[in-house]
């Protein structure tokens, strides 16, 4: 947990923690599911609050270990590229816009459906006052938010190969987020009764797309082009960092012997200095480099000064 983001961190532990308060308190018969979830608007249990609430809670340990997986996996990579505040603000709103589409998928069902002019729903064998039955209409998981994570990291690394069970061949993730949305579209088709809010899903893809293509356009916002322009740069810098400290390169030549050192002869006293300068501005520069990338990892890009930012574009040209 030491090298996970602040944000992503707290996030997993959050929500690991609720997951455990709600199996906690179930013995007491207090359901935070139903308390915390997001119910319809039309329902008596409604509350505006449980747009926010309802995103850290699950329902079963299946659900909590697949979203905390992908929130660990792509969160901590987004917010070392956007940073701890503007990654929360994006997850936030992602989250809360899933949530009102799903808000707006069941209207629409209880519009078509015709619900208003009942005053109860046969189910199964029984018959359910319709106050009961709207109230039963609830939303749980991370799930929303998360999709819309994944989006970004499509976005920001397009051309990024990933392996994904159970298909044994690397996929570029572009080709990962197209695929999710088919997936969750005709999910959302072609079944009504899973128990799996689709349209949430897509909710909150819908708007972290709009997000990202807002920041990219507006730069004036205040969010740049919300680093867009840096993500692809993202492992480059983290294979560059690797190849300076270790002093390989990822294709297995020796840093040493591009820099001069194994063809130089004891006798050249000038090309031996000129060496040992050579090595030791590379050195304080990479010190430097290192510094920086240690303060996008822990603050985000934009908390570096225009200097820290224009040395480490001239490094990445380098």
């Known amino acids: ?36 979830g997001l119910h319809f608007f039309l329902a008596s249990d409604f509350h505006v609050w449980q747009l926010v609430s309802y995103m850290f809670m699950h329902g079963g340990f299946t659900h909590i270990l697949m979203n905390m997986f992908m929130l660990w996996m792509f969160g901590m990579v987004v917010e070392n590229v956007w940073g701890p505040r503007k990654f929360l603000f994006y997850y936030l709103v992602c989250g809360i816009g899933a949530g009102l589409c799903q808000e707006l998928a069941q209207y629409a ?18 018959i359910v006052p319709m106050s009961v039955y709207l109230n039963m209409m609830t939303t749980v998981g991370a799930s929303g938010a998360i999709y819309a994570v994944l989006l970004a990291f499509g976005m920001l690394f397009p051309e990024e190969r990933m392996f994904i069970i159970p298909i044994p061949i690397p996929i570029k993730a572009k080709w990962i987020v197209m695929g999710s ?29 709009l997000l990202i293509r807002y920041w990219k356009k507006h730069p004036y916002s205040g969010y740049g082009d919300f680093g867009m322009n840096r993500g692809q ?20 030549y020796d840093r040493q012997s591009r820099s001069g050192w ?56 380098k």
């Open 1 to 36: 947990m030491r090298n996970i983001p602040v944000v992503t961190k707290n996030l997993l532990v959050i929500n690991v923690l609720v997951f455990i308060a709600t199996y906690v308190l179930s013995g007491s018969n207090i359901d935070l599911n139903e308390l915390l």
């Open 109 to 126: 069902a209880y519009v078509v459906e015709g619900l208003a002019q009942y005053d109860s729903v046969r189910m199964g064998g029984s």
């Open 181 to 209: 949305v088919a997936v969750e579209l005709f999910s959302a088709i072609g079944t009504s009764n899973d128990g799996v809010a689709h349209l949430a899903h897509l909710g909150g893809m819908l708007f972290g797309f």
């Open 233 to 252: 740069q993202f492992f480059d810098r983290m294979k560059h960092t690797w190849e300076q400290r270790s002093g390989h390169r990822a294709d297995g």
């Open 262 to 317: 194994a063809g130089t002869s004891q006798g050249n006293t000038a090309g031996s200095d000129s060496d040992w300068d050579y090595n030791a501005r590379r050195k304080r520069e990479q010190e430097e480099v290192d510094r920086i990338l240690d303060k996008i990892r822990k603050s985000g890009y934009d908390s570096l000064s225009k200097e820290e930012k224009q040395k480490l574009f001239d490094s990445s040209r």
